[in-house]
């Protein structure tokens, strides 16, 4: 099929871009979910706002506290940046899972986020991260928790009139150790996740426990942080038991669907397997 007739603006700053945002309208950023969703009428806007020549929604900038990520940036150049292998190695990991070299070459962070599929490695891995996002309208700016900011399947928190500007990954530089892990079982490397883990663990010079966050994505609506676990697991030194006592939260925390690719009862077993590899190798990798 071919798209429904619209206009077409490609804005040359984000303060132009902003008054071209409304209801009728749909930003297009790398074009890898839109382009198929307008050739097959699933989005008919009457204006596509093409924010591909917004130079300032590119880059990757280290501010100590935490590093931001311009939503316009490709998954290629994240994945390739020294900084994010060294500051935000679950980011990295989780961007090699994102479809192929083709599809990132083109694909930006925030298109990503924005689209929110709730099997999406970014949203998740910013999950596990305590990222915050930064929009913006013609009324002013405002930062948001990934938390708040993701809603359920392909929704979130932006209205239409607002626009992705930076993602915020603090970098937890006051933490002893940190540890990080991504793990996903996908059909085929490079297809969505059936079921995503990512873990962040935090432990003192003496090997406790400060601080466990371990995100879930295609098990729900949205990805989900397992709270129940990680408190079972904060200020505790990691053993088998524990680990498999706070694993049993799992289960009740997510509602995974069941589709020609896994039943629900699949998707959870997954979930809990994935999950406990995920921990072990953040525990085992806290430098
Ligand atoms: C073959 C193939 C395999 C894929 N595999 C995966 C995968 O394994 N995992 C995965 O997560 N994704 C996968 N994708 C999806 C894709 O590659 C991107 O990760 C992402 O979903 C879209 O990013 P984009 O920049 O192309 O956004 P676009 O397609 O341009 O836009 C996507 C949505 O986000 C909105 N949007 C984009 N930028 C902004 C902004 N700055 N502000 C407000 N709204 C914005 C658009 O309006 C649109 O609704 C795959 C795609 C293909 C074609």
């Known amino acids: ?31 890898q979910t839109l382009v198929p969703m307008l050739a097959m009428r699933m989005a008919r806007p009457d204006r596509v706002v093409d924010i591909n020549n917004i130079a300032e929604l590119s880059g990757i900038e280290d501010k100590g506290t935490e590093i931001v ?36 070459n083109r694909g930006t962070v925030g ?80 297809d969505f996740a059936m079921v995503a883990a990512a873990a962040r663990m935090h432990f003192d010079i003496g090997g406790v426990c400060q601080f466990a966050a371990l995100a879930l994505g295609g098990v729900d609506g949205r990805a989900v942080r397992i709270s129940a676990l990680e408190t079972m697991l904060t200020g505790q030194r990691l053993s088998d038991d524990l ?15 069941s589709d020609q690719h896994a039943s629900t009862d699949y998707r959870r077993r997954v979930a809990v397997s994935l999950a406990e590899r995920a921990i072990k190798d953040a525990g085992e990798g806290a430098a």
């Open 243 to 257: 680990l498999q006592a706070a694993l049993a939260e799992i289960s009740g925390a997510i509602d995974p669907g």
């Open 1 to 31: 099929m071919k798209p429904a007739p619209f206009d077409y603006a490609a804005p040359t700053s984000i303060d132009e871009a902003l008054t071209l945002l409304d209801d009728d309208s749909i930003v297009i950023a790398g074009g």
């Open 111 to 190: 298109g990503s986020l924005a689209h929110a599929d709730p099997a999406a490695e970014i949203p998740l891995a910013a999950l596990a991260m305590d990222a915050e996002v930064s929009l913006a309208s013609t009324g002013g700016h405002r930062r948001v928790s990934i938390d708040d900011f993701l809603i359920g399947p392909m929704m979130t928190a932006r209205e239409p009139e607002e626009l992705l500007v930076a993602v915020h990954f603090p970098v937890f530089a006051d933490a002893t150790h940190v540890g990080t892990s991504f793990h996903e079982m996908s059909e085929r490397h490079g």
């Open 69 to 104: 990520i311009g939503t316009g940036t490709r998954q290629a150049d994240v994945l390739a940046s020294p900084l994010v292998a060294e500051k935000l190695p679950l980011l990295k990991q989780a961007i090699s899972f994102v479809g192929h070299t083709q599809t990132r």
